[in-house]
């Protein structure tokens, strides 16, 4: 039930964040290019708000199974296999996720202690990029998560894209959409001919 409103509140920040970049992005491209002018503290929004955006989006792409890894060697493996090979790599990435954790906490906290702001707006620098911290407790509990669900038999293993079953997909989908227009385009080339030997008749 957590992790189900975690989800929903993630993916509404991650929108949020690409929205805002989104329109600053295009902002500060009408006011330079058009009317030769801008704002400082645009460029410094944007870059804040383009790392918010990947740190968040690291844990809920590890929760819609949207991040590639290579996996070819472990799916020969049978699924008990598969799983506790699995959980190491769970266990290897919480270790991972644990020192970015400590050295976030104390370089967020020089950071406070110095008193360091942003460039261009009035707002502390540890404020801004507290998201180095939040978005690693936000991977710790996905993959506590994913490690729970490998250890009670839930999964057997990481939910990854598969690039190339995707890459199969497209063309699949770019297939039929080239097929449906050639039977739509069909009718018309057979009138065309049946007029064109008519007419060669005449």
Known sequence: MFG???????????????????????LEVILR???????????????????????FGVSYGLKVGAHIGVDALVRLFPSAVRRWISVLAVI?????CGVLLYGSWIYLGKLKLIGLTMEDIPLPKWQAMSILFGGFVLLALRLMSLLWMLLTRQVDSFELLDEAEESLA???EQEQEESKSDQTKSPGVMVTSHVSSVGNRL
């Open 33 to 55: 290019f058009v009317f030769n002018t801008g704002w400082l503290w645009m460029e410094e929004v944007t870059l804040y708000l383009g790392a918010w955006f990947v740190l």
């Open 4 to 26: 189900h409103y975690l989800a929903i509140v993630e993916a509404a920040i991650i929108r949020l964040l690409l929205v805002s970049m989104t329109l600053l992005v295009f």
């Open 170 to 172: 497209l063309a699949q």
């Open 92 to 96: 290897g990435c919480l270790f991972y």
